[in-house]
């Protein structure tokens, strides 16, 4: 959803505590779980869809760090290279809760994340089996937030300054019907790494950290019925930067390994999902101060699936819809 949210609660942990220059992955890690990205929707349908998260790391004063990400694709009747076009937008938000030591005040904070605008191009090669591209961009027109630290206030997730371009390669196989195995990896490019945000704030933050990053989420899920239930993982790592620059000399990595399941249900109308995932790898970082902070995390996610349209009215959609393509 964001770049990244492993880095956003690290920000956000204390204001006593604030680290140095930290990014990750532009698309949250684990949000395309559960979804059969790789296999194109059936024509003509539009499928809206909404996935929230909340996580925590186990840390002592690890803030909540929650995610809400929207989306809607339309299944159009179009075609490129035997591709179905399956156009996409998304805006997800973001939010935080401080947990911080007394006599530190807690914080909430909300905030819009940049917007998602792109396009899927999946394939179904017979069998059950499927592949799709997805190539679009975030648009750096969202809401920096603050937690207050600092000169004009520090970004609670600075890398939303830049633009980013997004590649999606997803494979899946559904099977029968009774399947939705697929692995889907994400390649994330900065188009400015030394973005700056607008106006005054911009100009008294000055160049924000920014890096290319790679994600990779993976769903093992057998349907009994109307209900699903199966293993998750999600993986993912920024990419290495130019330590020659400054601005990246005390920039640390990100990354995670996370190991969940997914339960579901198809109400028939909707459908209903929800996964737990934990840590079993994290980058650790270092404070200010310079102490190790550890960073694994136990996320819980949440997602309804809603089909909004479909030629012929009344009909139920199926498959489960595309990849989920906004920052987490």
Known sequence: MCRSWTAIGTVAASLMTATVAQAASVTR????????????????VVIAVDTFSVGRAD???????????????????????????????????????????????????????NPFIGSVFAWDLGRGFGVSYLLGAYLPFGDRGSLGLGFAGTPIAPQIASATIRQSFTATYVGDGSYNITAALTYGLTADPRARFGGLVGQALGPQAQADSLNLDLTMVKKFGKFEIGPIAYMSTDLPVNRGDPLYRTYQRAGQIAVGGLVGYNFGRFSLQ????????ARDTLTRAGLRQR??????????????YAPGAGQAVAPPPGPLVTKS
Do not use: C, M
């Open 29 to 44: 890690p684990g949000e395309q779980v559960g979804l059969s990205g790789g296999y194109p929707l059936p024509e003509g």
């Open 59 to 113: 840390r002592p004063n690890a803030s909540d760090v929650i995610g809400n990400i929207p989306f809607l694709v339309w299944a159009s009747p179009y075609k490129i290279l035997g591709a179905r076009i399956q156009p996409i937008v998304s805006q997800p938000t973001g939010f935080i809760h401080t947990r911080n030591p007394a006599p530190l005040p807690d914080r909430n904070v909300s905030f819009l994340y």
């Open 274 to 281: 929800a996964y737990v995932a934990r840590d079993v790898v």
């Open 295 to 308: 960073n694994e995390e136990t996320r819980g996610w949440f997602r309804l699936i809603l089909p909004l």
